[in-house]
């Protein structure tokens, strides 16, 4: 699995870059950013909770059985949004109530 | 590249839930006492905790004791575990988990305030953002100073009493050399080292993060630390593809492990960890796989909370759920065991410590992942190790004075980056040599591959092969600091590879199966093998060293050859 970042949104904040664990997100000459090591991504999405205009989204690699489905986050009214968008134009979204546990 | 030089009183090697909690620990203990937390990546979402985690697994519930989790996780282990170390840490679990409460974690409660429990020994919370909450406290820390993006690749050590480390800025091409009175090590466990269950692009889609790569176990071992029990690896039984954990659907929702067939296959193989991976892959081995968590008819509000559980600590899966149209109660949720990491927290892999978490290096403190003897740690063990080994290196540097890094130490570090970071020589990549060895670990050593069974002549071959790759890495080459990172990397997985092979071979039963499946000695033996497998670098050779168990019930053990 790994991210891809929408250069066209990126606003060169750096905070991506600044929070990966595995130091993989660089920002370039025209201070945007980008991934360096595609291949090496956890998945853990730390930076895609971080970016402020949602230029992030990840994606299951087709070896994992990955359909095309990009996902990113949105902070709406407190919620923590997880909007799923699948190849066919669907869109699946769910919000979690940070202050709310997992039930299991 | 620049040379920067610090002095500090405790110097934490890793910024992740066992650093972050001996940081605070040690701050409110002392004031005086000045403290240097070193961090590879950024203590905001580093380590284990970078998605969240699901659940707290190690808690004293109503009812129970201490004690009692000692008792389960010595049963679990099978015996092979040290009893001072386990009672130590359950003693301190719910204190540590009411004050991740006080920071700010989300625990469920019931109508009376009381937490909800999972089980005999779990908490439900919301733990998506676990991490930044410990990040943030220990940033407020006036004594405690934060270095992000500083990767530590050696310790000095002179007469057996460790007098700092070094480290390289890996993005801003600096070399530090950190003089301090005590060094806590806190770098977790090793993921890497075998093959993984995807190979190709999703490489790192493991469920160990593949950032700690064992630092800390290496740096040990090269430096002749005594090391416990590395023959016990951990393999984890988690969701085909995504390697979601499946905690949360067992433990949590009840889902049972059932093959191909429907048949409920657990009760066969017993219900310890290992024998949950050992029961997995017979049954495939068997014909009757694949095999899966038994999630069809759940209701659907049980579903919903499932989606939203897995969104705050493995997105992945609850991505797969709505992407492949398969929703869990439609579905049953095909389970797979992961390639074997070495994780002190989950088995007893790690340095060989004292009560007081004290290593055999003087001033060295070890908590976490990276400390041996005491497994099913999780979350809250690995802040209560924090807060311990935190209390005894303060104690420590009380009655202790600055070491001083040599000369000649620095330069041949000096130089042995300035190799790798010079003229191209090299007909390998870093790359290369680590799926070799990922292979090597695969094929001979007992990885997915065998079936996680292994027998002597395969350890054999193994080894001769790891020494070849680590006499081939001395001549890899590095464009950045980043790439010097990877080379540092490869060379402590290969360290650990040669321990991993060496206690391996020295135990000569099958004491967990999976875990440490060794075909020349199927069976258990409790009459020769109720011991510890221990061992250190001496001349750059494993050499082992068997203990017996401590005593039943045994409160305190100090080093003593
Ligand atoms: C995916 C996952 C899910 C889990 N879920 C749960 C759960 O639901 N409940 C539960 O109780 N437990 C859970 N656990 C277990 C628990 O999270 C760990 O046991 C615990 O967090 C380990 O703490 P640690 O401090 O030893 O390691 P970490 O928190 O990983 O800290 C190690 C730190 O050291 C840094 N580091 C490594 N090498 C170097 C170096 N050379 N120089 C500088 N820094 C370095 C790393 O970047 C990291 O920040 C989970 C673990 C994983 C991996
Ligand atoms: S998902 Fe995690 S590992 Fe992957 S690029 Fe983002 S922050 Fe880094
Ligand atoms: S967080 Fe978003 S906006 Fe900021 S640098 Fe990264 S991609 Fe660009």
Redesign the interface.
């Known amino acids: 699995?790994?991210i891809a970042i929408d250069r066209n949104k990126c606003v060169g904040c750096g905070r991506c870059h600044?929070?990966?664990?595995?130091?993989l997100i660089k920002l370039g000459a025209d201070k945007k950013a980008y991934i360096k090591y595609?291949?090496?991504?956890?998945?853990?999405?730390?930076c895609i909770k971080e970016c402020p205009v949602y230029a992030i989204s990840?994606y299951?690699?087709?070896?994992?059985?990955?359909?095309?489905?990009k996902?990113h986050t949105e902070k709406k009214d407190g919620l923590?949004c997880?909007v799923?968008e699948?190849p066919d134009g669907k869109t699946?979204e769910?919000a979690?109530d940070?202050?709310?546990?997992?039930?299991? | 590249m620049r040379v920067e030089r610090l002095k500090t009183d405790l110097l934490i090697i890793g910024g992740g839930t066992a650093g972050c909690y001996a940081a605070l620990t040690a701050s409110e203990k002392s004031d005086a006492t000045e403290i240097l937390i070193c961090e590879?990546?950024?203590i905001?979402?580093?380590?284990c905790l970078?998605?969240g985690v699901?659940?707290l697994n190690a808690y004293i519930v109503e009812g129970r004791t201490p004690q009692d989790y000692v008792d389960y996780a010595k049963k679990d282990a099978d015996g092979i575990v040290r009893d001072d170390l386990l009672y130590t840490m359950s003693e301190r679990l719910n204190k540590v988990t009411e004050r991740l409460e006080q920071l700010g974690l989300?625990?469920?409660k019931d109508e009376n305030g009381k937490y909800?429990v999972?089980g005999n020994r779990n908490l439900?919370?919301?733990?998506?953002?676990i991490k930044p909450i410990l990040a943030a406290v220990v940033e407020k820390l006036p004594n405690v100073t934060v270095l992000n993006?500083v990767n530590i690749i050696d310790f000095s050590v002179n007469g057996n009493k460790i007098n700092g480390a070094f480290g390289i800025g890996?993005?801003n091409d600096t070399f530090y050399i950190i003089e301090a009175k005590a060094v806590i090590i806190a770098t977790g466990g090793a993921a890497g080292l075998y093959k993984p269950n995807?190979p190709?692009?999703?490489?790192?889609?493991?469920w160990y993060?593949?950032?700690n790569t064992g630092a800390g176990y290496a740096m040990g071992i090269k430096h002749g630390a005594e090391m416990t029990t590395f023959e016990m690896r951990f393999i984890a039984l988690r969701c085909k593809?995504?390697i979601a954990p499946t905690g949360?659907?067992a433990?949590?929702?009840g889902a049972k492990q059932i093959n191909s067939l429907g048949e409920v296959y657990e009760a066969k193989y017993g219900l310890t960890t290992s024998e949950r991976v050992y029961g997995t892959v017979n049954e495939n081995i068997e014909g009757r796989g694949p095999c899966y968590l038994r999630t069809e008819g759940i209701s659907p509000e049980?579903e919903e909370?499932?989606?939203?559980?897995y969104?705050?600590m493995a997105?992945?899966q609850?991505?797969?759920w709505?992407?492949?149209g398969k929703l869990p109660s439609q579905a049953n949720v095909e389970i797979e065991g992961t390639e074997p990491y070495i994780v002190g927290g989950h088995t007893a892999s790690g340095y060989w410590v004292d009560t007081k978490r004290a290593t055999t290096i003087s001033g060295l403190f070890a908590a976490g992942d990276v400390a041996g003897g005491c497994p099913q740690k999780y979350v809250t063990g690995a802040l209560a190790e924090g807060e311990i080994a935190a209390v005894s290196a303060v104690d420590y540097i009380s009655e202790n004075t600055t070491g001083s890094i040599s000369g000649s130490e620095i330069d041949a570090h000096i130089s042995e980056i300035e190799r790798f970071i010079g003229e191209n020589r090299s007909q390998f990549t870093t790359e290369q040599l680590e799926e070799a060895m990922q292979t090597v670990m695969d094929s001979y050593a007992g990885g997915i591959k065998t079936n996680y069974r292994f027998n002597g002549k395969q350890l054999d071959i193994a080894d001769y092969k790891i020494r070849q790759l680590t006499e081939l890495s001395d001549a890899l080459h590095a464009d950045d600091f980043?790439e010097l990172m990877y080379i540092y990397e490869l060379r402590e997985r290969l360290t650990i590879c040669r321990s991993v092979i060496a206690h391996l071979r020295a135990r000569h039963e099958t004491r967990w199966h999976s875990f440490a499946e060794n075909l020349d000695h199927p069976e258990k033996d409790d009459i020769n093998w109720r011991k510890y497998v221990n061992s250190r670098m001496e001349n750059g050779e494993i050499k082992i060293i068997l203990r017996d168990l401590t005593e039943e019930g045994q409160k305190t053990y100090e080093h003593s050859n």
């Open positions: 699995m790994s600044e929070v990966c664990p595995g130091t595609p291949k090496d991504c956890w998945g853990c999405t730390s990840f299951l690699g087709a070896d994992i059985g990955g359909m095309g489905s996902v923590l997880w799923i699948q699946a769910i979690i940070p202050k709310e546990s997992n039930k299991y | 590879k990546a950024n905001k979402r580093s380590g970078a998605a699901n659940a989300v625990i469920l909800v999972r439900k919370i919301n733990g998506e953002n993006r890996i993005e995807n190709g692009f999703s490489r790192h889609k493991m993060p593949p950032f593809d995504t949360t659907l433990q949590g929702a049980q909370s499932l989606l939203k559980a969104l705050n997105p992945s609850t991505i797969r709505i992407e492949s980043q």
